[in-house]
């Protein structure tokens, strides 16, 4: 799927893109492909943001269409 058509999908509701970069990853090259800005993974915190991934589609799973869902912030997996 190119970087375009990404948009288009998550415009429409069809996918959630989220980038994630790792240390020395181009932030600008991943946010030309993303919505949503480009997170930074603090070091090779991967099972530390696999683990808020899963506990924060568990809310959403559980949520009524269209609901807003307040997701608990990524900061222990994240560089700021």
Same mark, same amino acid.
């Given at each position: 799927?190119?970087?375009? =058509?990404?948009? /288009?999908? /998550? @415009?429409?509701?069809r996918?959630? &893109? &989220?980038?994630?970069?790792? /240390?020395? %990853?181009?932030?600008?090259?991943? +946010? @030309? ?7 930074k993974?603090?070091?090779?915190? &991967? =099972?530390? $943001? &696999?683990? !808020?991934?899963?506990?924060?589609? +568990? =809310?959403?799973?559980?949520? =009524? #269409? ?5 997701? %608990? #912030? #990524? @900061?222990d !997996? $994240?560089?700021?």
């Amino acid at each position: 799927m190119n970087a375009q =058509r990404v948009k /288009e999908e /998550e @415009t429409n509701k069809r996918v959630a &893109f &989220f980038a994630v970069g790792v /240390e020395g %990853a181009d932030m600008h090259q991943l +946010q @030309t492909m993303s919505v949503r800005s480009p997170i930074k993974l603090k070091g090779l915190s &991967f =099972r530390e $943001m &696999f683990v !808020w991934l899963s506990a924060s589609m +568990q =809310r959403v799973s559980h949520s =009524r #269409p269209d609901e807003q869902v307040p997701l %608990a #912030p #990524p @900061t222990d !997996w $994240m560089s700021v």
